[in-house]
């Protein structure tokens, strides 16, 4: 009979990660390693900082499968938060997977990444990197991280550019309905990436719903890795609407958001 797999889960104590803990504990098949930042016995959730190489290591011993979402999301900090949390942490996650033969990274990605190209335009996971923020640019460096620890040790790495997640399986606006992914969906693409075959060896995708007018076509996903979302942000949108829930109006020219460009420096 075999295994069950083995999951590391970073951030397991945020809006995400810890979906995916009790998710992914009920799903079944799988023994669940959960960390953050702060220890939570009651939720099962280990101490990890990490930008501790040494404690990743401990924690990734014996693991088929790390699932980073540990995040800190500082646009303000860059050089003091961004930098050393996000961007160190990951090659610390990524050095623990390759000393300890972990066979997957899943990366939890944004839509940030590309979030300077225009709604209407249509962007495959493949197209130029747009980061709209350092937040979005830190995103497209891990993936790149990715990147180079597939092709040089052969850790399959997944990156998810996740959309919007309220956590309360409610979008909150017009522009998040276009973006969003509900929490059943969102269990879902993980068990999907968890089990892709070994010949995904790199794959960067967008993380959504199957919402009508979703900024991102995701329909090929279900041949791909069989991920076949079953919630509609649109029609939930409408739902609320129908309860009078106050829906925010909030289109933006961006699919990134209320971006703004700034205008060059006079250097006269």
Sequence with gaps: MEHSKRLLITGAGGRIGSCLAEGLRAHGGYEVVAADLKEDKTAGILQLDVTDG???????QGVDTIMHFAWAKDEGDFLGKVLPVNVTGAYHVYEAARLNGVKRVIFASSNHATGFYEVGEDVMPDEPYRPDSFYGLSKCYIELLGRYYADKYGVSSINLRIGNFPGDDQP???????????????????????????????????GTSANTDNYYDIGYLEELIGYKPQDDGRTLLEEARRRHVKIKDDETCFQGGAVEKEQPQDRR
Excluded at 54 to 60: C, D, M, P, T
Excluded at 172 to 197: K, P
């Design 54 to 60: 040494e404690r990743l290591n401990e924690l990734a």
């Design 172 to 206: 909150h606006s017009e522009r998040a309905a276009h973006i969003f992914i509900s929490e059943r969906d969102m269990i879902s693409l993980a068990v999907c990436c968890i089990e892709a075959g070994p010949e995904i060896d790199f794959l960067s995708l967008y």
